[in-house]
T-cell receptor, first 110, second 114 residues
Framework: RKEVEQDPGPFNVPEGATVAFNCTYS??????FFWYRQDCRKEPKLLMS???SGNEDGRFTAQLNRASQYISLLIRDSKLSDSATYLC???????????FGRGTSLIVHP | EAQVTQNPRYLITVTGKKLTVTCSQN?????MSWYRQDPGLGLRQIYY???????DKGDVPEGYKVSRKEKRNFPLILESPSPNQTSLYFC?????????????FGPGTRLTVT
């Protein structure tokens, strides 16, 4: 089983829709997780962190399901500007090598 | 402005011609790293550095070298580039090794080796 897995998509949704992505991981010892956003041909940017209590920032909610070993990112009221690739990052085994998922592509259309 | 800079942004070179991609950050960060991003493979770490003179291999270090002589700079060296090193390269930094997963990325360097 790959260590970090994401559905590549693309997820095509209309403006205003609610969309959710999952990221599954194989290392159950992880204490914190992260979501990054990457626009086409640009650098990844940290979107939000996810701890056991979850995290909410405006229209974005990130949650952790430790029992099933996945994290989720929920985007409410999607905007055209949310179109991007969303990467999850899982620390594995206490190392200093972040493991990135391959990303989920989101396309928000008018 | 807090930032990570990389140079050059675009580079086309030939097999075997040594090259260096520079990376600099102005945030006094201890941790710096290099990634390559390839279609279908995602971001993979090449090397990382926890502080000056401390570097270590990431997931895909073969064919690359790094050095960390100053805190702000972390150049990536390709001694003898080959076509399979054609990729999009990102430098990144974070405040400490403990925050290695909360990184600031540079704008990327698109390298083509013919």
């Amino acid at each position: 089983r790959k260590e970090v897995e994401q559905d590549p998509g693309p997820f095509n949704v209309p403006e205003g829709a609610t969309v959710a992505f999952n990221c599954t991981y194989s290392n159950s010892a992880s204490q914190s997780f992260f979501w990054y956003r990457q626009d086409c041909r640009k650098e990844p940017k940290l979107l939000m962190s996810v701890y056991s209590s979850g995290n909410e920032d405006g229209r974005f909610t990130a949650q952790l399901n430790r029992a099933s070993q996945y994290i989720s990112l929920l985007i409410r009221d999607s905007k055209l500007s949310d179109s991007a690739t969303y990467l999850c990052v899982v620390p594995l085994g206490g190392s200093y090598i972040p493991t990135f998922g391959r990303g989920t592509s989101l396309i928000v259309h008018p | 402005e807090a930032q990570v800079t990389q140079n050059p942004r675009y580079l086309i070179t030939v097999t075997g011609k040594k090259l260096t991609v520079t990376c600099s950050q102005n945030m006094n960060h201890e941790y710096m790293s290099w990634y390559r991003q390839d279609p279908g493979l995602g971001l993979r770490q090449i090397y990382y550095s926890m502080n000056v003179e401390v570097t270590d291999k990431g997931d895909v270090p073969e064919g690359y070298k790094v050095s960390r002589k100053e805190k702000r700079n972390f150049p990536l060296i390709l001694e003898s580039p080959s076509p399979n090193q054609t990729s999009l390269y990102f430098c990144a930094s974070s405040k400490t090794p403990g925050t290695a997963y909360e990184q600031y990325f540079g704008p990327g360097t698109r390298l083509t080796v013919t």
